[in-house]
C-alpha cells in the first residue's frame, strides 16, 4: 500500500473516531499548462476540534497550496483534480463562491504568511478589521470598535487604542502580524489555518499569541492548521504532526512520536537542522569597520489641522556599538523596539536625528544621497519581507544583476550571467532560476534571491534584517552556513538583526538587545545567552521555544 493510500485509511479511521472539523481527502492539484506536474499529490489529513496539527517541510514543498485549496484561493495557474474537503458536514468543493464568501472567515479563517502584502495599504488597520466584524457579525457602532480594541490586546499589539487608527506601514512586521491574527479571530471561526503566524514576530510575542492559539484551540474547540518551519514551536504547539515533501503527506503521527521516533529520513533531517546551542564562535580582535555612537533617530508626532508637531516617538534613543571586519553582531529585541530604524540609518535611509555614524574612518552619518552612492557597493542590505523587496515586475536575473549594474561594477554582460548563475547556485536555487519572476517562488525561496542580490556587488557589510525568518529550518542551516562561509573567505560583516535567538550561537560573535529605543545589555555571546545581566534579556532567553 502506497504512503498516501495509507494516510487516506488513517484519515478516516481517526475521522470515525474522533469528532473532527475538517477532512481533506486525496487531494490533487496540478499547474493548467501543465497537467503532468503535479503540485499536490493525494494529500489526506484530518483536523480534530480542540486540536493543533502542525504541517511541517521545506519552502516549496505545498504547505501553503494546502491551505489555499481549503480556503478555494488557489493561483489562476493551477487547478484542483481530485479529491474532496469537508468541513464538518459540508463538501466545499460543492458550494457556489458566495456560499464560499460566508465560509471564508466566518467558518474558516486565515492567517496568511506575510502581513504587509495581505493588508490594505490605503486604509486603517480598524477599518480592516471592522469590515470583517460588519461582515460575519451583528456587532454595529462603537461596539465594532470597541472588540477590534479587545481583539488587539489580545494579541498583545501595544497602545491598542491608538495604533487602531494606523495604517500598515506605520507598524513593524511583527505588529502588521498581530493586526493579521486579531483579523483572523475576530469572528471566531471553527476552524483557523495559520500559515507561519509566528514568522515576523519576537519570541516573547510569539510565545504569547502561540499560548493564545492554544488557549482558545480548547476554549472555543478550534481546529488549527498551524504551518510552520519552526521545529521549537511545533514541539510546544501541536499535538499531530504531518511532514510535507514535494507535494506529499510522507509521515504523520503525534507530535512526541514524532520528535523521539521519526520514520522518514526527511524527517529525521529536519530535525536534525536545528542549530546548535552550545557552540559558541570565539571571539575577534579585528578593528571596528563600524562604529555608532549615540545614535537617535526621532519621528514627529503631527497634530491638529495644521499638522503641527506636537511631540516625537524616540525609535532609537543614544545607542552606541561597533562592529569588526569579519565579525557578526546580533542585534535583538521585541517588535518595534527600534532594530530596523537602527538599520535603515547606517544605511542612510533615515536621517539620524543626533549621534554619528562612522564606517572604515569615514562619519557617514551626515552623508547626502550623493555621497552616500559610492558606498552602496560597500554596504548592503537583505530586508525582512522577500515579497515587498523584490520588484515582482523584474526577472530573477535582472533583480540580482541591476546592482552590478547601477553600482558599475565594470563587469561585462557574459561575467554578470556568469555571477549571477554562481550565486544562484550559492543561495541553493538552480540557474535557471534566472529567467522566472518574484511570484513564481515560496517566501523561502524568495528570501534566497535577496541573499544573492546583496551579495552580487561584494559589500564589506552586510545589515541582514531577518533573512532567515521566512526559511525553513533545513534552508535556514544552509543559509546561516553560507554567511559563515562567506564571512571567513570575505571577511564580510554582519549586522544580524533578529528576534530568533537560537541561531545567535551558531552566528554571532556579540550581541546586543535592544528595548525601547535603548541598547539594555551588550557583549560576547556566550556571556549574554548564559549569564544576562538584564531582567529584559533573561524574559527574551525564557520565551524561546525549545524543540529538544
Not at 313 to 340: D, Q, W, Y
Request: aromatic fraction near 6%; charged fraction near 25%.
Amino acid at each position: 500500500m502506497s504512503i498516501a493510500k495509507s494516510l487516506s485509511a488513517t484519515v478516516s479511521k481517526a475521522a470515525e473516531s474522533k469528532e473532527w472539523a475538517l477532512q481533506v481527502t486525496n487531494l490533487n492539484v496540478v499547474l493548467r499548462h501543465e497537467p503532468g506536474t503535479r503540485i499536490l499529490k493525494n494529500v489526506s489529513f484530518h483536523l480534530n476540534k480542540g486540536e493543533v496539527y502542525a504541517l511541517v517541510g521545506e519552502s516549496g514543498s505545498g504547505k501553503s497550496m494546502t491551505s489555499l485549496s481549503i480556503m478555494r484561493l488557489l493561483p489562476d495557474a493551477m487547478k484542483i483534480t481530485q479529491g474532496n474537503i469537508w468541513q464538518s458536514d459540508t463538501n466545499l468543493f460543492a458550494l457556489t463562491e458566495q456560499e464560499m464568501g460566508y465560509v471564508r472567515g466566518k467558518k474558516i479563517a486565515m492567517i496568511f504568511q506575510d502581513a504587509l502584502t495581505s493588508l490594505n495599504p490605503v486604509q486603517k488597520v480598524g477599518d480592516q478589521i471592522a469590515e470583517a466584524l460588519k461582515t460575519h457579525t451583528h456587532l454595529t457602532g462603537d461596539n465594532i470598535r470597541k472588540r477590534a480594541i479587545q481583539l488587539f490586546e489580545e494579541v498583545g499589539l501595544p497602545d491598542p487604542d491608538s495604533r487602531i487608527d494606523w495604517y500598515p506601514h506605520q507598524m513593524s512586521g511583527g505588529q502588521q502580524q498581530r493586526v493579521m491574527i486579531a483579523m483572523a479571530l475576530a469572528c471566531e471561526p471553527d476552524i483557523l489555518l495559520a500559515d507561519e503566524p509566528t514568522t515576523a514576530l519576537d519570541v516573547t510575542i510569539q510565545k504569547q499569541i502561540l499560548e493564545l492559539l492554544k488557549t482558545l484551540t480548547i476554549s472555543r474547540d478550534l481546529a488549527v492548521l498551524l504551518i510552520t518551519h519552526d521545529m521549537g514551536v511545533v514541539r510546544e504547539t501541536a499535538d499531530r504532526v504531518g511532514v510535507m515533501y514535494q507535494g506529499e503527506i510522507v509521515e504523520e503521527g503525534t507530535c512526541d512520536n514524532f520528535f523521539e521516533n521519526p520514520r522518514e529520513e526527511y524527517s529525521r533531517r529536519l530535525i536534525n537542522s536545528l542549530p546548535d546551542t552550545d557552540a559558541y564562535r570565539s571571539q575577534t580582535d579585528s578593528p571596528p569597520l563600524l562604529q555608532v555612537d549615540n545614535l537617535g533617530v526621532h519621528f514627529p508626532i503631527r497634530k491638529g489641522i495644521l499638522q503641527r508637531v506636537h511631540d516625537y516617538t524616540k525609535a532609537v534613543n543614544g545607542i552606541s556599538f561597533s562592529i569588526a571586519k569579519g565579525e557578526t553582531l546580533a542585534l535583538v529585541g521585541e517588535s518595534g523596539c527600534g532594530k530596523s530604524t537602527t538599520g535603515r540609518a547606517i544605511l542612510n535611509l533615515e536621517k539620524a536625528t543626533s549621534g554619528e555614524i562612522w564606517y572604515n574612518h569615514q562619519k557617514i552619518s551626515a552623508f547626502s544621497r550623493k555621497e552616500m552612492l559610492p558606498l552602496r557597493k560597500k554596504i548592503q542590505v537583505i530586508f525582512q519581507s522577500p515579497y515587498s523587496s523584490l520588484n515582482p515586475r523584474m526577472t530573477v536575473g535582472d533583480i540580482i544583476e541591476e546592482g552590478m549594474v547601477s553600482l558599475q561594477m565594470g563587469l561585462s554582460k557574459s561575467e554578470r550571467e556568469q555571477r549571477v548563475k554562481s550565486l544562484l547556485n550559492r543561495v541553493q536555487l538552480e540557474p535557471e532560476h534566472r529567467y522566472r519572476y518574484p511570484h513564481e517562488f515560496s517566501g523561502g525561496q524568495r528570501q534566497r534571491i535577496a541573499i544573492a542580490r546583496a551579495l552580487a556587488v561584494k559589500p564589506d557589510l552586510i545589515i541582514c534584517d531577518e533573512p532567515t525568518s521566512a526559511l525553513d529550518v533545513s534552508i535556514r542551516s544552509e543559509v546561516m552556513n553560507l554567511l559563515l562561509e562567506l564571512q571567513r573567505e570575505l571577511q564580510v560583516s554582519y549586522l544580524f538583526i533578529t528576534h530568533d535567538l537560537s541561531i545567535i550561537p551558531h552566528l554571532a560573535h556579540r550581541v546586543a538587545v535592544m528595548q525601547g529605543g535603548k541598547i539594555v545589555e551588550q557583549g560576547y555571546t556566550e556571556d549574554i545567552l548564559t549569564r544576562p545581566q538584564h531582567d529584559y534579556t533573561r524574559k527574551l532567553l525564557s520565551a524561546v521555544p525549545n524543540a529538544s
